[in-house]
């Protein structure tokens, strides 16, 4: 059977892969930055190793072994360089295939600095000799699960309300690698695009909310720049809101409303909605 590497699985969508890869009984290994995570993750009873993908000297002593890899890296300047260093190091340790998890639109010429990051890196695996699937996902829910201290005070705010997009619960882009990894032969060079069964808005996903929780919620919309400094006063840095402005400012154009049938393609099931994902998170919500 085959041996998964996971990286960025402490993260949001590595951590779901993992939880699946590890329910179908998939051999997986994760990789980490930090033997503190290293640490956590063995006490869980799953294999863990340490490495840096800005360091390629220690990658291939994490890759041996390894038939498959996901990778999930946050978004830097460096990005390309460091999923390009994971790719030439998989390459050489023998690795059959590399999944990434990508973005929407990404291309050369994308609109903002996240697409062409994502590009970049994408081109770095493709050019590494490495097997590849790209998976190039819309907003996940779960970013929703931010609005849960405000449910309490009946309002929740945040920028571009009526803004339309079809954002994909992680469990779904989850379920798509987990499929791909067990099955490269069949998914090699194909780039998914995966989204949600719907567009939807933050106002209309409030006004589920508030019918799934039981009690009335009120959107309050703030502008992108509120939004931004907002950001930054609770930890993130200048230019990660900058970022995520730009992935706003877009979203606001309706450019993110296209529904993809990949979801289904891969898995043989339709992606969740929105009122799927509320009923299943109602605790997180704070109900």
């Not at 009526?162 to 069949?186: E, F, K």
């Not at 939807?200 to 939004?227: H, M, N, T, Y």
Request: negative net charge.
């Amino acid at each position: 059977m085959a041996t998964v590497l996971v990286c960025g699985a402490t993260g949001t969508t590595g951590s779901e892969v993992l939880r699946q890869l590890q329910a179908q009984g998939v051999g997986v290994r994760t990789l980490t930055r930090s033997e503190r995570s290293a640490t956590r993750l063995r006490d869980a009873g799953v294999e863990a190793v340490v490495g840096d993908l800005q360091e390629p000297s220690t990658l291939p002593a994490c890759l041996k072994g390894i038939d498959a890899v996901y990778v999930a890296s946050p978004a830097a300047l460096e990005l390309p360089a460091h999923e390009g260093n994971l790719a030439r190091a998989a390459a050489e340790a023998g690795v059959k295939h590399l999944v990434k998890l990508s973005v929407l639109g990404a291309g050369a010429d994308a609109p903002i600095t996240f697409g062409r990051l994502h590009f970049h890196a994408e081109e770095q695996i493709r050019q590494s000799g490495v097997g590849w699937t790209m998976l190039r996902a819309n907003g996940f829910m779960q970013n929703t699960l931010a609005w849960a201290p405000q449910i309490a005070t009946g309002s929740v705010y945040g920028p571009i309300m009526d803004a339309r997009w079809s954002i994909v619960d992680i469990r779904d882009i989850a379920a798509v690698a987990s499929a791909v990894l067990q099955d490269p032969d069949h998914h090699g060079g194909a780039v998914y695009s995966l989204t949600g069964p719907e567009a939807g808005s933050p106002r209309e996903q409030i006004a589920i909310l508030s019918e799934v929780l039981g009690r009335e919620l009120i959107a309050q919309e703030v502008s992108i720049d509120q939004a931004k400094a907002s950001m930054i006063d609770g930890g993130l840095s200048d230019w990660y809101a900058e970022r995520l402005g730009e992935l706003l400012s877009l979203f606001a154009e309706g450019v993110a409303e296209a529904i993809s049938p990949d979801v289904q393609r891969v898995t043989g099931r339709p992606p969740r909605t929105y009122r799927q994902f509320a009923s299943d998170h109602v605790e997180r919500f704070g109900d």
